[in-house]
């Protein structure tokens, strides 16, 4: 069936560093890419996302590319601030015979350190 | 604000009570999800619905059900509450077809003792 692995975490940085966060599916067809954001005592709400390949998702300096050929959709980001601690979710929507179940990433803790 | 409501925000439950958890939304999504986090981290799917009427199981749904009677409510019942349920629980809806992005409610804390 259709999965999601992403890297473990935690993972600690020292604000203003590059940031990226591993993500690879597997799935059948072409499924749609999702990146999401929870911060503590949060729900979790849409970081970006991408429905096609070759597709960048990109928002508040996040930005991701859904790439077919090696099946992953790392987050990436320039200069991460200590605002961006939270904990990130990759996430995939699949096609019409997973009945378009959204399948989750365990989740990859980030802390930024001032 | 169009979204989801999610009710009671926390609470304290005894083991062999039985509980709901409401969860409303506004925005006319076919698709409705109940997921449970342990630990912070790793959603796992209880119950879901992909229209009004219809309910499916996930991946953990023993102990709990569901009901969809019309768009906007999806309730969870715990029938007889156990100690391995404390959780945080997440309602969630999306449009339902497969590009559509989930909205997630604000969670409810639940703590079985």
């Known amino acids: 069936g259709d999965s999601v692995t992403q890297m473990e975490g935690p993972v600690t940085l020292s604000e203003e560093a590059f940031l990226t966060i591993n993500c690879t599916y597997t799935?059948?067809?072409?499924?749609?890419l999702f990146w999401y954001v929870q911060y503590p005592g949060e729900g979790l709400q849409l970081l970006l996302k991408a429905t096609k390949a070759d597709d960048k998702g990109s928002n508040k300096g996040f930005e991701a590319t859904y790439r077919k050929e090696t099946t992953s959709f790392h987050l990436e980001k320039g200069s991460v601030q200590v605002s961006d601690s939270a904990v990130y979710f990759c996430?995939?929507?699949?096609?019409?015979?997973?009945?378009?179940?959204?399948?989750w990433g365990a989740g990859t803790k980030l802390i930024i350190k001032p | 604000i169009a979204g989801i409501t999610q009710a009671p925000t926390s609470q304290i439950l005894a083991a062999g009570r039985r509980m709901t958890l409401r969860c409303t939304q506004d925005m006319r999504h076919n698709a409705m999800y109940w997921y449970r986090q342990d630990l912070g981290l790793g959603l796992r799917l209880i119950h879901y619905?992909?229209?009004?009427?219809?309910?499916g199981k996930g991946e953990v749904p023993d102990g709990y059900s569901v009901s969809r009677a019309n768009t906007d409510d999806f309730p969870l019942t715990l029938a007889s509450a156990v100690p391995s349920q404390t959780s945080v629980y997440f309602c969630?809806?999306?449009?339902?077809?497969?590009?559509?992005?989930?909205?997630f409610g604000q969670g409810t804390r639940l703590t079985v003792v």
């Open positions: 799935a059948t067809g072409y499924p749609s």
């Open positions: 619905s992909n229209t009004a009427g219809t309910t």
């Open positions: 969630a809806s999306r449009q339902g077809v497969s590009n559509t992005e989930a909205f």
């Open positions: 996430a995939l929507s699949g096609q019409r015979d997973s009945n378009y179940q959204l399948i």
